[in-house]
């Protein structure tokens, strides 16, 4: 790889973000013309707590699997014991689907409409059963998607990360053409993800039929010699469950202390940060992979990533500032009372994108409760700001408290990164960027006049680029070489 990327004089790298990008792209066009169709069919209450289930069944994604997701991804080329890669996948498949059935059972059984209630404030045995399913439905999906990645079955990861990403964003608006009734729109997008597990189980199933090393089928779900794979498991769990619990926390602090009317108009603004996530999700696979194969030998290149990063972040982030009037005239009037705090709500996908280029020294090091610790404390004090400024100032107060605990993440993350291994050239350079990032995401809070907006944002653009001169002009350069070659 040391070959194909060269920052200095050739568009590989470039190239290569997009491409890791497609899926990811593709998702977000989606995901755009989702959220401005729904919020047109659907009443903001519907929007809530459709947000609050895809919410919610991402941390039981993480809390059901107990870490073994990622165990696969460490273990896939190294399986445990004597067993082939089939009975790895095969094990895997059988322990989360009994899981998944035996807590699934219990809580439909004896706490059904209590575990419903609590998460969308509504009593129901079915609602609950039907988080359950679509859990499962990922989590199953997941590992023959890992299947895909690890062996290097390029297009087949892909269209599958395509069709599990879009159908259910499509199946959302087909369903809001028909019905504005949370169960029924939810039924439709379990069901038919359901389908799409189906077909996979069924067109991968070589991959999971527990052939041992001898050529004869062995279905023994035997874990001896799995102890470093549980282990490893389990200690990585916290980590995932933590990361998706701060937004499942959020909007239920919003849901609990609001309602889910104003819970809806909240999630209608994940559209601007799906915007940087396309980019930050390419990116984050083409460059992880770069540090983690060239930390020792190309330390130079990965320091000078840091600032091309937050100068294109920065110009990003203005587009979407002021573009704001213009994306607001396709989403539905009812949400338009977001526009005061929309920017907040982006800085944890921006400072997440810069987070890519800080932090990779915690992994390095092998130092993942860390990142547990970090995350854990930027999640309670995302809670305990929203209990104390919810009550006084409604969704900003939430808002605030968003952007806050993203800053928290990224000052603790970038500062025990940067500790066990240095990726910023000139610090002081990127606290001015970081600095000058914030304050475009505080510019509609503080103004509502978009004219004033632009005015400001524009200001801090010629800031920026006064400090990162030699950044713009090479990104310039390598955008200008890409179109023409």
């Known amino acids: 790889m040391n070959k194909s990327i060269k920052m200095s004089n050739n568009p590989n790298l470039i190239k290569g973000i997009f491409q890791y990008s497609i899926s990811t792209w593709l998702s977000f ?10 919020t047109r069919l659907l009443r ?20 059901l699997t107990i870490g073994m997701d990622g165990a696969y991804i460490r273990f896939y080329n190294e399986p445990p014991g004597t067993d082939t890669g089939s009975q790895l996948l095969y ?14 059972i219990v809580t439909i059984l004896f706490f059904g409409e209590s575990f419903s209630d609590f998460i969308f404030g509504v009593g129901s045995k079915l609602i609950t ?48 053409f028909f019905t504005d009734g949370f169960v029924w729109i939810v039924s439709i997008l379990t069901i038919g993800l359901f389908s799409i597990l189906i077909i996979y189980l069924f067109t991968q199933r070589k991959e999971y039929v527990p052939i041992d ?32 619990l701060n937004t499942y926390v959020n909007q239920q602090v919003i849901r609990t202390m609001l309602s889910s009317y104003a819970l809806g108009i909240f999630s209608s603004t994940v559209m601007f940060g799906s915007i940087l996530s396309a980019v930050k999700g390419g990116f984050s696979t083409f460059w992880a992979a770069y540090v983690y194969q060239n930390y020792k ?24 500032v002021c573009c704001r009037d213009i994306i607001y005239l396709f989403i539905g009037k009812d949400y338009h009372s977001s526009k005061l705090f929309f920017s907040l709500l982006l800085a944890l996908p921006v400072l997440s994108f810069l987070l890519e280029t800080t932090d990779k020294g915690i992994a390095l090091a092998k130092k993942n409760h ?5 995350h854990s404390a930027s999640v309670v004090l995302n809670i305990l700001l929203c209990l104390l400024l919810i009550p006084e100032m409604g969704l900003i107060g939430a808002a605030i408290a968003n952007s806050f605990a993203a800053v928290l993440l990224y000052v603790l993350n970038t500062y025990y990164g940067q500790k066990l291994y240095r990726t910023i050239f000139n610090v002081k350079k990127s606290i001015i960027g970081t600095f000058l990032l914030l304050g475009i995401l505080l510019m509609p809070t503080l103004f509502f006049n978009i004219k004033a907006i632009i005015f400001l944002v524009i200001l801090i653009d010629f800031t920026a680029f006064f400090f990162y001169k030699r950044e713009c002009y090479v990104i310039l350069e390598r955008v200008k070489r890409l179109f023409i070659s």
């Open 297 to 320: 030998d190309d330390r130079r290149r990965i320091e000078k990533m840091h600032d091309f990063v937050v100068i294109f972040t920065i110009f990003a982030t203005s587009i979407l």
């Open 213 to 244: 090393e001898n050529g004869k089928l062995n279905s023994s779900l035997s874990l001896v010699g799995y102890s470093e794979y549980m282990k490893f498991a389990l200690y990585s769990a916290p980590t995932y469950i933590v990361v998706y």
């Open 44 to 63: 903001p209450d519907v929007y809530g707590l459709i947000a609050i289930f895809y919410s919610a069944s991402s941390v039981m994604l993480y809390v």
């Open 29 to 38: 066009v989606l995901g755009l013309l989702s959220v401005v169709i729904t």
């Open 91 to 104: 094990k895997n498949i059988i322990f989360s689907t009994l899981i998944c059935f035996i807590v699934g």
């Open 129 to 176: 059963g039907l988080l359950f399913l679509y859990s499962f439905t990922n989590i199953i999906l997941r590992y023959l998607n890992i299947s895909f990645r690890m062996s290097f079955r390029v297009f087949q990861y892909n269209f599958q990360n395509i069709l599990m990403n879009c159908f259910s964003r499509l199946l959302v608006i087909i369903a809001a």
């Open 370 to 374: 860390i990142s547990f610790l970090t």
